[in-house]
Protein backbone atom coordinates (compact mmCIF):
# COMPACT_ATOMS: atom_id res chain seq x y z
CA UNK A 1 0.00 0.00 0.00
CA UNK A 2 1.69 3.21 -1.12
CA UNK A 3 0.92 6.22 1.40
CA UNK A 4 2.09 9.69 2.17
CA UNK A 5 2.61 11.29 5.33
CA UNK A 6 -0.20 14.07 6.44
CA UNK A 7 1.57 17.14 7.22
CA UNK A 8 1.41 18.29 11.25
CA UNK A 9 -0.64 16.00 12.31
CA UNK A 10 1.24 15.84 15.57
CA UNK A 11 -0.88 17.93 16.65
CA UNK A 12 -4.23 15.55 17.07
CA UNK A 13 -4.32 13.60 20.51
CA UNK A 14 -4.45 10.42 20.65
CA UNK A 15 -8.02 8.95 20.90
CA UNK A 16 -9.46 8.73 25.30
CA UNK A 17 -8.04 6.16 26.48
CA UNK A 18 -4.79 5.48 24.45
CA UNK A 19 -1.31 6.31 25.35
CA UNK A 20 -0.11 7.30 21.78
CA UNK A 21 -1.64 6.85 18.46
CA UNK A 22 0.94 3.51 18.25
CA UNK A 23 -0.82 2.58 21.13
CA UNK A 24 -4.45 2.80 19.19
CA UNK A 25 -3.11 1.10 15.92
CA UNK A 26 -1.96 -1.92 18.68
CA UNK A 27 -5.33 -1.99 20.17
CA UNK A 28 -7.00 -1.99 16.85
CA UNK A 29 -4.70 -4.93 15.32
CA UNK A 30 -3.70 -6.66 18.31
CA UNK A 31 -0.23 -6.42 16.95
CA UNK A 32 2.83 -5.46 18.65
CA UNK A 33 5.16 -4.37 15.81
CA UNK A 34 9.08 -4.43 16.08
CA UNK A 35 9.94 -2.66 12.84
CA UNK A 36 9.00 0.36 11.26
CA UNK A 37 6.23 -0.78 8.34
CA UNK A 38 8.26 1.32 5.54
CA UNK A 39 9.37 -1.42 2.84
CA UNK A 40 13.24 -2.46 3.72
CA UNK A 41 12.88 -0.26 6.49
CA UNK A 42 14.27 -1.63 10.01
CA UNK A 43 13.86 1.42 12.01
CA UNK A 44 12.43 0.35 15.59
CA UNK A 45 11.75 3.75 17.17
CA UNK A 46 8.25 3.66 16.46
CA UNK A 47 5.16 6.25 15.85
CA UNK A 48 1.65 6.14 15.13
CA UNK A 49 2.33 7.89 11.99
CA UNK A 50 -1.17 9.84 9.96
CA UNK A 51 -0.97 8.78 6.29
CA UNK A 52 -2.86 9.30 3.40
CA UNK A 53 -3.10 6.69 0.97
CA UNK A 54 -1.05 7.59 -2.21
CA UNK A 55 -3.14 7.08 -6.00
CA UNK A 56 -6.63 6.86 -4.19
CA UNK A 57 -9.76 8.87 -4.04
CA UNK A 58 -9.52 7.96 -0.07
CA UNK A 59 -9.01 11.09 1.07
CA UNK A 60 -9.10 9.48 5.11
CA UNK A 61 -6.71 9.34 7.40
CA UNK A 62 -5.03 6.31 8.68
CA UNK A 63 -2.63 5.35 11.33
CA UNK A 64 0.23 2.92 10.52
CA UNK A 65 3.79 2.26 12.99
CA UNK A 66 6.52 4.62 11.32
CA UNK A 67 9.83 5.20 13.25
CA UNK A 68 10.76 8.53 13.60
CA UNK A 69 12.76 9.05 10.17
CA UNK A 70 9.92 7.66 8.03
CA UNK A 71 7.60 9.64 9.56
CA UNK A 72 9.13 12.83 8.40
CA UNK A 73 9.20 11.55 4.80
CA UNK A 74 7.45 13.78 2.54
CA UNK A 75 7.37 11.03 -0.56
CA UNK A 76 5.43 8.54 -1.26
CA UNK A 77 6.49 5.07 0.10
CA UNK A 78 5.05 1.49 0.51
CA UNK A 79 4.03 0.09 3.95
CA UNK A 80 3.43 -3.40 4.50
CA UNK A 81 1.02 -3.27 7.90
CA UNK A 82 -2.88 -2.65 8.60
CA UNK A 83 -3.94 0.92 8.10
CA UNK A 84 -5.88 1.69 10.98
CA UNK A 85 -8.93 4.76 9.95
CA UNK A 86 -8.30 7.39 12.21
CA UNK A 87 -11.77 7.80 14.38
CA UNK A 88 -13.65 11.19 13.16
CA UNK A 89 -14.95 11.82 16.66
CA UNK A 90 -11.99 13.27 17.64
ZN1 LIG B 1 11.16 3.62 8.75
Known amino acids: MFVKN ?28 TYCSTDNCWGRNLVGAHVQKAYSSDQRWYIVPLCASCNNRTDTFNV ?11
Open 80 to 90: NATLVPVPSNL
Open 6 to 33: VNGSGRFPAPKGYASWLDYWKAQTGINP
